[in-house]
């Protein structure tokens, strides 16, 4: 059925074991092809398909590292990065505007808190505390955070206080909010003309294999919010 439908890709599929294990795509694809269920010309299409993504890559140009170049040379374009942004900007969704506090006034003063405003080490997606990197994706060639937004739109003063620990490990965020940093963005809170809080799950909440019984934010970010709320 993935065939007729068109899918040309076997995800996490694992060569076959020495005890014989058939889990594994050319075992299946045989056994289909067996039974019936799909012919010759659908294995060469899908097999074409695949093979001209990879002639498209200059994956047979000679090159070891054809991935690694491409990756590289490539979302560095103005054009994809363009692109990328434009695509963020189109998948943000205003849920309320209460009291028309948005658009914000680029002279006023604003208080960022949250883990998510700025992580640390925007260098490269290896970099061990980057909490906008997850676990499928490459190597960016720039990482522009909203407290990086904040400072090219602003005209007015931006306080930043991550109101929690810094993250420990790639796709983290601080979800440890202590007295002390919850004090600290409550006081940047008090002194702004306006705050503006971010907060999220990365992936050490929340992941492949890795699922929440509940949709509430972390008890450390509700007690974060609730004091830059006051």
Known sequence: LAVKAGAQLCFGCDPLSAGGNPANSIYFAKQALDRGQITPADLDRMTARNLLSRFKLGEFDGSAVFIDAWAWAVPMLDTFQSLAREAAAASVVMVKNSRAVLPLSRGASVA?????????????????????????NGNPSAIKTVLDGMH???????????????????????????????AAAA?????????????????ALEAEG?????????????????AVAN
């Open 112 to 136: 960022l808190v949250g883990p998510f405003a700025h992580c640390e080490g925007q260098e490269f997606a290896q970099h061990p505390k980057n909490c906008y990197l997850q676990g499928y």
């Open 152 to 182: 090219e739109l602003s005209t007015g003063s931006v306080t930043f206080e991550s109101g929690c620990e810094a993250p420990t490990e790639k796709g983290a965020a601080g979800t440890v909010c202590t007295d002390a940093t919850i």
């Open 187 to 203: 006081a940047a809170a008090a002194s702004a003309d306006v705050t503006v809080a971010v907060v999220g799950l990365g992936p």
């Open 210 to 226: 890795r699922d929440r019984s509940t949709l509430d934010f972390p008890d450390d970010y509700k007690s974060l919010l609730a």
